[in-house]
């Protein structure tokens, strides 16, 4: 089997598009009949990759916009957007739930399929826009107008390639690329053979510049994609260095596979077990912790970069107490629970630190930092130091410490997470935590760690 024939699976089939244009179109006439009826200048626009039929084999949630002349009020078009909204959804027998992105919207479950409501201004250019969702109908436009009827299945290709690699996706979660990124760079470079040549060389600040437009100074980023309907946006501005670097090196890879057809399924492991979670950490020698908390009732987009910043921090304040973290991380169900993870080099200290002083040539401060501190001070390495007690031993204590409420403040912990960290964090080492864990999010958390501990699976096969 060559990898090309896994088109055979990923491609929808006649029936599935046909059953998503039925759906889409009823859903468009609901809101256009609906502000029809109550004189309500708007109307319904299917956008994003159902549009484009750039979307994968069951993975098919449908974008419809309801769009308003620029002039509307943005109160009257969140009000009216979202009562359109409901009653589409009620006239439909579907169940609802509102985000907020840059305005309130509503995602609703209409006949198995994932649909999102989107009030939008209807706008003609990058200069009209008022808010961040109104370009998604320029994108629309654009590559309907750009991509060739050929090159769908290689966008296919590479949204299959890069989603079983890890790095499709451009939400914070993933920090990956998006499709309307997917579908540039088939554009540029053609078919998706072609593309894994090229992105074997790409270096840090590569330039996508579909029409020229000359604007690539304006940014620092790892890859700099101009968007062809806004010269001053950088489309891949969401794209994490991490997720550049692992698709450069899967696609390297993936040229000297022999098997290239492994990188367009996801890894199974169908026989993670904790015992064998538990070895693998184990084999480093070290110890792994767990801070177990509450998760406030946020979106997903708001969640994960709170709980990447408290990770963050957290991990500097330990590396400040000299505790050596190997490697840090977070998990959430997106449910109600969120764990840190800090896999520790060194987890105990001695009772004792040296302090260090002024250099030993700067007569005035050693004589003040000698007052401060007694005689028992000592030259090490130019600088006047002395032996101090400890505060923290091992990293259990410093944990304790840091999540009480006078001490929260020391690190950067999410807006969201404060109060609910504070009021039910739990400490664990893995192999006790992983014990205790509810079974349904076990399986999730046990392909995290396998992924923690296991770096670059994803990118080699």
Known sequence: ???????????????????????SNKLIDNINRICKKNNINAEGIKVGSVAKKTFLHGKSDIDIFISFPIETPIETLKEKGLDIAYKVTEENNGISNQHFASHPYLTSIIDNYEIDFVPCYNIKNAEEMKSAVDRTILHTKY???????????????LKQFMDCVGVYGSEFKVGGFAGYLCEMLIIKYGNFENLIKEVSNWKYGTIIDLENYGTADLFDDPLIAIDPTDKNRNVGAALRIDKMEEFVEACRNFEKSNNKI??????????????????????????????????PNVVADTLHPQLKKTEE?????????????????????????????????VY????????????????KACENFKKANGENCYCLNEFLVINKKREFINVTDFIEHIFKPENIHRIKIGKNLKEPALKTCKFYLLENYLKIVNKEDLNDLLEYLDNFINSGQKTRR
């Not at 001695?350 to 002024?358: A, D, E, L, Q, T």
């Open 1 to 23: 089997m060559t990898y090309r024939e896994i088109l055979k699976e990923i491609t929808p089939n006649n029936t599935e598009k046909e059953e998503i244009r039925e759906i």
């Open 348 to 363: 105990k200290l001695n009772n004792i630190k040296v302090h260090y002083g002024p250099k030993i040539w700067a007569k």
């Open 313 to 345: 921090s957290l991990r500097e304040k330990f590396e400040e107490e000299d505790f050596k973290v190997f490697k840090s991380g977070y998990w959430t169900n997106e449910k109600d629970k969120g764990i840190l993870i800090f896999e520790m080099e």
């Open 143 to 157: 590559i309907k107008s750009h991509l060739k009827e050929e090159q769908i299945p290689e966008v296919l290709l």
């Open 262 to 295: 492994e990188f367009f399924y996801p890894i199974k492991k169908d026989n993670l077990t904790i015992e064998k979670i538990i070895n693998e950490f184990t084999k480093h020698g070290g110890k792994t912790y767990i801070i177990e908390f509450d998760i």
